[in-house]
């Protein structure tokens, strides 16, 4: 499996912005898909967006357009850009990378909108 490396999380107040980011830091093997997930307290995991080697993207339901999913192939990373946050963002969001050996996840990044 590939260890992953999240960053960009943070504090931030209504309609403001983050960018999350999110690197191996070991093998990029098999890897054929990239994304992110989140899951609030009391609630399940969902998911927030993918994006394949070939740019296939899908995005949850509740995105509606405020949020933008990317990758760089020099680095393998993969970023998500959070605009206009609201308080029901507020989440613990997961990083994940699919191979054809199975899942990875990173440990998570503390994403709290508030006023």
């Known amino acids: 499996h590939v260890q992953l490396m999240e960053s960009g999380g943070g504090l931030v107040r209504p309609g403001e912005s983050l960018r999350l980011s999110c690197e191996p830091t070991g093998g990029f093997f098999g890897v054929y898909a990239m994304g992110w997930y989140r899951q609030a307290p009391g609630k399940q995991r969902e998911l927030v967006a993918t994006?394949?080697?070939?740019?296939?993207?899908q995005y949850g339901d509740f995105v509606k357009g405020r949020f933008s999913i990317s990758r760089d192939d020099d680095m393998n990373t993969v970023h998500l850009q959070m605009n206009d946050l609201k308080p029901e963002d507020t989440a613990v969001y997961y990083c994940?990378?699919?191979?054809?050996?199975?899942?990875?996840w990173g440990q998570g990044t503390q994403v709290t909108v508030s006023a």
């Open positions: 994940n990378f699919a191979s054809s050996t199975g899942d990875s």
């Open positions: 994006i394949t080697l070939t740019d296939i993207i």
